[in-house]
């Protein structure tokens, strides 16, 4: 705190720091400013908010959309989808869609959603209830509190000019003996082709 001056009074001494005179209470009586070197400080502001918006994660609401008579198998696909969009922090959106007459049953689709519901214990938790809208019953899912993606195992992938060799049990090397079929490599000769047995031998015409 310096203290209080006129106005040309602080424009003088921020001219003899080399700083900027910055007013940031104009409402104060009397108004209160600060000496500071502004270029800096709104690099420094860019900087934090650009940290900031890396680490910062837009959650999206997707959408998974079924019909009340998916069968068992399509619906365990659409439950391990919703689970992969939880795990990439995103809300689900997961819908019913009736057409023609199965309007006149929505029971139907309210169970398929509680089958959902039932498959992501654990994994989601219900952000709102089953509620119609139109011709569809839907729901929405967030993430469980605590709950986290099971980390994706990775192997290395082979060099490159490089092939995946495996011997089979019982196998050994040139000299021993094949337990696949228990001949002994010395005994097997290679076979001669077709053009190597049609030419004479050398020093014959």
């Known amino acids: 705190m310096i ?3 006129t106005s040309m009074q602080a424009l003088n001494l921020a001219r003899e720091r080399g700083v900027d005179l910055v ?3 104009p409402m104060a009586v009397p108004p209160v400013c600060r000496l500071m070197d502004w270029g800096r400080y709104k690099y420094e502001q860019a900087k934090k908010e650009n940290e900031a918006r890396k680490h910062q994660k837009t959650v999206e609401l997707k ?3 079924m019909r009340p008579r ?3 198998h399509d619906l365990g696909v659409k439950v391990r989808k919703i689970e992969e969009f939880l795990g990439e922090g ?3 959106k997961v819908s019913v869609v009736f057409r023609g007459r199965e309007m006149a049953h929505p029971e139907l689709g309210r169970v398929v959603l509680d089958k959902v519901a039932a498959g992501l214990k654990g994994v989601g938790q219900l952000e709102r209830a089953p509620i119609m809208e139109g011709r569809m019953i839907s729901m929405i899912v967030s993430r469980a ?3 986290e993606p099971p980390k994706r195992a990775t192997t290395a992938p082979p060099r490159r000019g490089e092939q995946p060799t495996e011997l089979a049990d019982g196998a050994e090397g040139a000299s021993g003996v094949n337990g696949a079929n228990g001949v002994e490599a010395d005994t097997i000769k290679p ?3 077709e053009t190597e047995a049609a030419m004479p031998p ?3 015409a």
């Open 3 to 5: 203290g209080i001056m």
């Open 23 to 25: 007013e940031v209470s």
């Open 63 to 65: 959408e998974i959309r």
């Open 70 to 72: 998916t069968d068992e």
């Open 90 to 92: 995103d809300k689900v």
């Open 145 to 147: 509190p605590g709950w």
């Open 191 to 193: 076979v001669e082709s």
């Open 202 to 204: 050398a020093g014959e």
